[in-house]
């Protein structure tokens, strides 16, 4: 059985924002997806995931690769990331 988990993300803006990660089961929970893991009850998007949607959502993401970081619509990616891939 699938389980949505739902994290709700408060922006530096006071406004919220719900993500919701899927696991099979509470195993999951220690997750070995790139796209995410598990912290203390929380889904932590990773850089790696985060790339792939192309551009900040401005939620206050741990793992914001974006510059500036937490700008909704912010495309320009961090060099430090860069350097990194």
Do not use: I
Not at 14 to 19: D, F, S, T, W
Request: include cysteine; charge should be positive.
């Amino acid at each position: 059985m699938t389980h949505v988990h739902a994290v709700v993300v408060r922006s530096s803006s006071n406004a919220m924002a719900v993500h919701s990660c899927e696991s099979k089961n509470n195993d999951e929970m220690k997750n070995t997806n790139s796209n995410f893991y598990w912290e203390d009850g929380f889904c932590v998007f990773t850089e790696q995931f985060l790339l792939k949607r192309g551009q900040c959502c401005g939620n206050g993401c741990r793992h914001c690769p974006y510059e500036p970081k937490h700008n909704y619509g912010s495309k320009e990616v961090d060099p430090k990331v860069l350097q990194k891939l």
